[in-house]
């Protein structure tokens, strides 16, 4: 058996876990909203704070690690994007949202518990999620941008930049990793206390944060259960994202890491975070612009269960590459 397998299978029973509460109404059924809120605002930052203030700013500054990671993004990003408008020409936020979905990798909620059981007591492991998660935010906040200036009035628009600097300056994941990284730069240490109360705050992050996405997706699903869930249309486009999301991205970031000479470690660390699937907040984003909701729902449901056979893969494949 695949060694990724037991995290990967810990890691899914928790969402599955998330999802029966949810499915036998346990629990209020806003629950969710109160999880997720608890941990974009409270735990995640903490951690990423705490993670990189303690660690050397010669480790975080991994430029190969960033160079590589980003523009894997940034080219399944526009492919989708172009292959989308040619496709369908007068539809900007649908393109932005496929290409969303088929780049904005679960980093965070699942990316940080997965590679903290994968690599255990390796500071760094925690380091490359934290540094792939700040660089899908940014990608996310350029998707927002998109969205918005493709949906509203000509008359009440504003600068791009000053949507994506408004939205950036207002994430918590940004702002706690800027000062985080600063501390790390300055040299500056945190009192003991504070460091633990942080750490402690941070080690809450990951089983709240899979237990909400199970939460998510079976309120997802239980919305749509009035349409067609299964259009040859719908299947076809499914197929694509998750494709493109599970492999296509990870054998870019694979290339790119490997062109820039990034140590065996950081790439397979890289190549692993490229491959997960489609976050939860690209549902939430979708359902607030009411484009692409129900795709958007499916997508991260049918990718999470893809990954059980896309990770182990990519893992085997990357243990006999080292």
Request: hydrophobic share 55%; with cysteine.
């Amino acid at each position: 058996m695949s060694s990724i397998l037991t995290p990967l299978i810990a890691v899914c029973a928790i969402m599955l876990l998330g999802s029966i509460v949810q499915k036998l109404r346990v629990l209020p059924t806003d629950t969710d909203v109160i999880l997720n809120q608890f941990v974009y605002y409270v735990a995640f930052p903490a951690i990423l704070l705490i993670v990189l203030a303690e660690t050397r700013i010669e480790d975080i500054a991994q430029w190969g690690f960033i160079a590589g990671y980003s523009l894997a993004m940034v080219i399944t990003y526009s492919l989708v994007v172009v292959l989308s408008l040619w496709q369908a020409p007068k539809k900007q936020a649908v393109a932005a949202m496929r290409a969303l979905n088929a780049t904005f990798g679960n980093t965070a909620f699942i990316g940080i518990p997965l590679m903290s059981i994968i690599f255990p007591d390796n500071k760094m492991a925690l380091v490359a999620a934290a540094i792939a998660s700040l660089l899908s935010v940014i990608m996310f906040a350029f998707a927002l941008v998109s969205i918005e200036l493709a949906s509203r009035s000509q008359s009440t628009s504003e600068p791009a930049v000053l949507i994506m600097a408004t939205a950036l300056g207002k994430n918590p994941i940004v702002v706690c990793s800027a000062i985080g990284i600063t501390l790390s730069a300055c040299q500056i240490s945190l009192p003991s206390s504070v460091s633990l109360m942080l750490h402690q705050l941070g080690n809450t992050s990951s089983p709240c944060a899979l237990f909400a996405i199970g939460m998510v997706l079976v309120k997802a699903l239980r919305q749509q259960t009035g349409s067609k869930l299964f259009t040859a249309g719908l299947i076809a486009e499914l197929n694509a994202i998750n494709f493109l999301k599970l492999v296509v991205q990870p054998v870019i970031a694979f290339g790119l890491l490997s062109l820039f000479g990034v140590e065996q470690q950081w790439l397979v660390m890289g190549v692993l975070l490229a491959s997960l699937p489609t976050a939860a907040s690209v549902y939430l984003l979708a359902e607030r612009y009411q484009t692409h909701t129900t795709v958007s729902a499916q997508a991260i449901l049918y990718g999470t269960l893809m990954t059980f056979i896309s990770l182990p893969i990519i893992e085997s494949l990357l243990a006999n590459y080292g």
